[in-house]
């Protein structure tokens, strides 16, 4: 604790500033205490001096020793307003944080009301209430301090808790307490210590200025702020009176002020060396059965966005099998829905997200059925989740050790041994050099390319049955990201696991799939097999267009790079969208005849081939023949 002090500049000045504050309250009310209440009229007022230091008040007792006897009192009740904010505070925001739907927005607004009132009017409004004295003020300024600390805790646990760690975590099984404790608050302990310990200096002054005001502590009992008070009424005759109690004030909250700033950079230093619970899937059609021997098995697969102005479908009756074994990609811009399908199946939607399927379950169990205390081990078995920014999605505050093995510790029920020896295995197979050293290494300490692959160990850690990989080489180098593809594809291969890779680039997916699932605008354009687009070549125009834009390195460089005209149509906003009907795509297609305005249906090309376009039956006005009569 105290060497972590010492790295700070501000830790030294703090640590024997609050030593000292410490001593002081401990032993000034014994050395000082009498001297303190001993009265003399004769030496009333006098001026400082080497028998009085800081001189005497109007009734001749010494000021010196009742500052000193006055520091026990003051200290105590500024801990105790500040123990009671932050306890209350801290706790509200947190629950604000992790709860959904009305009750957050509920607490949200309360806070915010609460916080537009002056703490000191609060703490005025509560005294009066409460009573005077010493129990009074600090019920009242601890009472005045909670909105304070609960929008503090608010604001840090929702920017943490939407964290792609925290969604790892989650997906693992961790309970929530452990979430909480090793995923939110270590990330967020900096800005919690620093306002904790600062508002030590806070408390102190709002209970001196009750006291000060004539609310606070009453006579015989003092405190600095009842000093402050009888001493500003002499202060002409006698201004050490008044000086020397608001002096102890000040550097009091510099010191805990300072504690706060040398505590938060400890905090920092040590962790650099060392679920919003999903929204669960609802079955719209009751009795539906699972097709046996798919592993994932998405039929009418829905997700609407509940928390937008107006409630729309991101995703719109996404149907989706993946086999033992098979690899499958989702390709599409963005805001296309990709990530939201994967999500859905992983169970890691957000608050706020609702689901609805016909069918949507994994290795033939239904989530919607799922029991909540097995859904965590369950998931952990079946599915692995590597993320597009694995510095986001590794938490900063632990060692890539903690994180690769806590899983399979929870689940598994092994040894950390064991669990350690697994994880130097599959940091191996990833290719990563010194496995003992990444184990031992923060994420901040390796580059893209190594978190990446340490990403995939960990998703390998759970043996799961199904890889869902959300553009895994977002941000990566041609060498690094064939490099990364190439790992997945070794280890899949070891395992017979199946694959869902999402990504942007079509012809980066077509070489390492089986079958391509091409989305734009929340739907369904084209599904074709890779063997299909390679000897026949795609059918919807938007899968043409992704294809045509994928930069060449034997193209003309006096050429403008292929792209698709206009912006990507993002589902609340595409022509189809909010039952408005037509093709999502026909505001860019450059083939849209006068069918596109209606909703095509998924049209079966061939074998392992449909596409959702109205080209596929109808002739076009410049007489070619429809796609399904020229194969």
């Excluded at 059925?369 to 993320?387: D, N, S």
């Excluded at 090309?605 to 596409?611: E, G, M």
Aim: aromatic share 4%; hydrophobic share 50%; with cysteine.
């Amino acid at each position: 604790m105290i060497s972590r002090l010492g790295r700070s500049r501000a830790g030294w000045p703090a640590f024997i500033g609050v030593c000292l504050l410490i001593m002081l309250a401990v032993t000034g009310p014994i050395i000082w205490g009498e001297r303190a209440l001993a009265q003399d009229p004769s030496s009333a007022l006098l001026p400082p001096s080497p028998d009085h230091w800081f001189g005497t008040d109007s009734l001749g007792r010494d000021l010196f020793a009742r500052v000193m006897t006055a520091s026990r009192l003051s200290l105590l009740m500024a801990l105790a307003a500040n123990a009671i904010g932050a306890a209350v505070g801290l706790g509200l925001g947190i629950v604000a944080a992790f709860s959904r739907g009305w009750l957050r927005r509920l607490l949200g607004r309360a806070i915010d009301v609460a916080l537009s009132f002056p703490d000191i009017l609060l703490a005025v409004i509560v005294i009066t209430i409460v009573g005077m004295g010493v129990t009074g003020p600090v019920v009242a300024v601890g009472v005045a301090m909670i909105p304070g600390y609960a929008r503090l805790a608010l604001t840090l646990g929702a920017s943490v808790a939407g964290r792609d760690y925290v969604d790892s975590a989650r997906l693992l099984g961790l309970s929530g307490p452990r979430i909480l404790v090793h995923y939110v608050l270590r990330n967020v302990a900096e800005p919690l210590l620093t306002s904790v310990c600062t508002s030590v200096g806070v408390a102190l002054l709002s209970v001196s200025s009750l006291s000060f005001l004539g609310l606070g502590v009453q006579p015989p009992d003092f405190d600095w702020g009842a000093m402050l008070t009888e001493g500003v009424r002499y202060f002409y005759l006698s201004p050490a009176w008044a000086l020397s109690s608001a002096a102890l004030i000040a550097l009091s909250g510099l010191t805990f002020g300072l504690l706060g700033e040398a505590l938060a950079h400890g905090a920092s230093a040590r962790n650099g060396r060392r679920r919003r619970r999903a929204t669960a899937p609802q079955a719209a059609g009751a009795g539906a059965a699972p097709r046996p021997g798919a592993l994932v098995d998405a039929a009418d697969l829905t997700v609407t966005v509940h928390e937008a102005a107006e409630p729309f479908d991101a995703v719109k009756s996404v149907s989706l099998q993946v086999a033992p074994g098979e690899a499958v990609g989702i390709v599409g811009e963005s805001s296309s829905g990709k990530s939201l399908t994967a999500a859905a199946i992983a169970d890691l939607l957000p608050p706020g997200i609702g689901v609805r399927a016909e069918r949507l379950a994994l290795d033939g169990q239904p989530l919607a059925g799922l029991p909540a205390a097995g859904r965590g081990r369950f998931l952990f078995e079946k599915v692995a989740m590597i993320y597009q920014d694995p510095m986001a999605a590794l938490n900063p505050a632990l060692r890539i050790g903690t994180q690769l093995t806590e899983g399979a510790i929870q689940h598994r029920r092994i040894s950390r041994a064991r669990a350690e020896q697994r994880a130097r295995e599959l940091l191996a197979e990833a290719r990563l050099p010194d496995p003992e050293r990444v184990m031992q290494s923060y994420p901040h300490e390796l580059s893209g390319g190594m978190r990446q692959r340490v990403m995939i160990a960990m998703a390998l850690m759970s043996e799961p049955k199904v890889i869902i990989a959300d553009e895994p080489t977002t941000a990566l180098d041609v060498t690094t990201q064939a490099a990364v593809l190439q790992v997945l594809d070794d280890a899949r291969a070891r395992r017979d696991s199946s694959l869902v890779l999402i990504s942007h680039n079509l012809a980066v997916v077509a070489n390492h799939v089986d079958r391509i699932v091409v989305m734009y605008a929340g739907s369904v354009m084209e599904v074709i097999g890779a063997s299909v687009l390679a000897e026949h070549g795609p059918a919807h125009p938007y899968t043409l267009a992704l294809l045509r834009s994928v930069v060449r390195t034997d193209q003309d460089r006096d050429q403008p790079l292929p792209s698709i005209p206009g912006s990507p149509a993002s589902a609340p906003t595409a022509p189809g969208a909010a039952g408005a009907g037509g093709c999502p795509f026909v505001d860019r297609c450059p083939d849209a005849f006068e069918p596109c305005h209606t909703v095509p249906p998924l049209i079966t090309l061939a074998v392992d081939h449909s596409s959702r376009c109205w080209l596929h039956l109808q002739d076009r006005p410049d007489g070619v023949a429809p796609v399904a009569a020229q194969r």
